[in-house]
Every structure is written in C-alpha cells, then in structure tokens.
Antibody, heavy 120, light 107 residues
Framework: QVQLVQSGAEVKKPGASVKIACKASGYSFTMFFIHWVRQAPGQGPEWMGVINPIGTRVNYAQKFQGRITVTRDTSTSTVYMDLSSLVSEDTAVYYC?????????????WGQGTQLTVSS | DIQMTQSPSSVSASVGDRVTITCRASQDISNRVAWYQQKPGEAPKLLIYGASSLQSGVPSRFSGSGSGTDFSLTVSSLQPEDFATYYC?????????FGQGTKVEIK
C-alpha cells in the first residue's frame, strides 16, 4: 500500500533552517508528484510547493520563493523540503502528499505530518 | 492567487441530519475542486475530486456539486464519524489554495 513516512518533530530558533524528509513506498516513486502542504495551528492547509517524479522541475508558492527548496533522492525514494530563515509564523505541521492515480492535482495520500516549532 | 471562501465556518448538527457546506472561488475554476475531511491530529482525507467525483472508499452519503465559482459538499445523513473539519481546495492552477474550513460539531 502507498505510504509516505516523514521525519520527526523539529524545534528551531528564528533564523535557522530545517530539512524535512518524506520517504515513499508502495508505488513507483517516479510516477507521481510529491507536494508539500503545511497547516498552522487552527488554520486551513497551505500549499507550499511540488516536485515532479523525475525531479527536474519544481514549483513553489510565491510566498515561499527564496526560502524553500524541494529535492528528491530516487535511490531512496525520498523527497526533502528545506525551509530557511525561519520565523515564529513558520510553526506548523508540515505534510508531504502524493497525487491520485487519476491526477496530481489533488492530494490522495498524505504523510503523518512533521511538527515544526520555531521559538527562541 | 485564487481565493476559496468557505461557509459556514462551523455548523452544529445531529446524527442523521443533512449538512451542506459551500465554497466560492474568486474566479472561474471549472470543476477543479476537491473536498477533504480532517479529524484532530490527523492528515486531511480526500473525499471528493473534480467537484463531484467520489474518492474510492468514501461513503456515498458524501456528495459534491458545482462548477465555475460556486461549489458545495453535502453529507446526506450525518454519522458519528463525520464530525470533523472539512476543507475545499482549488486545483485550477498553482498555487493550490484551500478554504479556511468548516467545523461540523455535535448539537
């Protein structure tokens, strides 16, 4: 079965960077986009970016341009999301999500989430 | 960015009730809308895609409708496991955006 397993919770200071991993299994890794979505406490989800299966193309929300980098390692079926220059407003649960068999534009499979806390 | 305005923000209902949640897009997005259910401490779960197509494994009491800018999600007969928060999402173009959510609470 499709599984997305994320790395563990992180606590960072303002100005620092964080790298969150998302390891995929149960399907052909190169056939589906992987998205990153975050959710701040009490807020709706917020789409951050996406990487295509081949890894040669990424698309980021303008809000995160310059601070976010999404990469993938096909040898380990893992996608990484780097977020730099952290501020307290980046405190949120971060999810990776995979598209559906019928299209990459909805999020059919989700990781368990990674809690990021940014605090001095 | 396309804004998704969801209403109501919360609704109190009883088991067996019919509940409808609406979502309005800031521009025409055809049928590129999905609906998700989220319970506390869990990731969102896809319910509806393409405005009205039921995701595999989702009970038939859930249905979606709409096109253009106005969309709705209906639960025909609320079950205890349906008390949760629901979000719409537009998939018309990047950046994908979500509504702010509707919390369905027990009356």
């Amino acid at each position: 079965q499709v599984q997305l397993v994320q790395s563990g919770a992180e606590v960072k200071k303002p100005g620092a960077s964080v790298k969150i991993a998302c390891k995929a299994s149960g399907y052909s890794f190169t056939m589906f986009f992987i998205h990153w979505v975050r959710q701040a406490p009490g807020q709706g989800p917020e789409w951050m970016g996406v990487i295509n299966p081949i890894g040669t193309r990424v698309n980021y929300a303008q809000k995160f341009q310059g601070r976010i980098t999404v990469t993938r390692d096909t040898s380990t079926s893992t996608v990484y999301m780097d977020l730099s220059s952290l501020v307290s407003e980046d405190t949120a649960v971060y999810y990776c999500a995979r598209g559906a068999d019928f299209g990459d534009y909805v999020f059919a499979f989700w990781g368990q989430g990674t809690q990021l806390t940014v605090s001095s | 960015d396309i804004q998704m305005t969801q209403s109501p923000s919360s609704v109190s209902a009883s088991v067996g009730d019919r509940v409808t949640i609406t979502c309005r897009a800031s521009q025409d997005i055809s049928n590129r809308v999905a609906w998700y259910q989220q319970k506390p401490g869990e990731a969102p779960k896809l319910l509806i895609y393409g405005a009205s197509s039921l995701q595999s494994g989702v009970p038939s009491r859930f249905s979606g409708s709409g096109s253009g800018t106005d969309f709705s999600l209906t639960v025909s007969s609320l079950q205890p496991e349906d008390f949760a928060t629901y979000y719409c999402q537009q998939a018309s173009g990047f950046p994908y955006t979500f509504g702010q959510g509707t919390k369905v609470e027990i009356k």
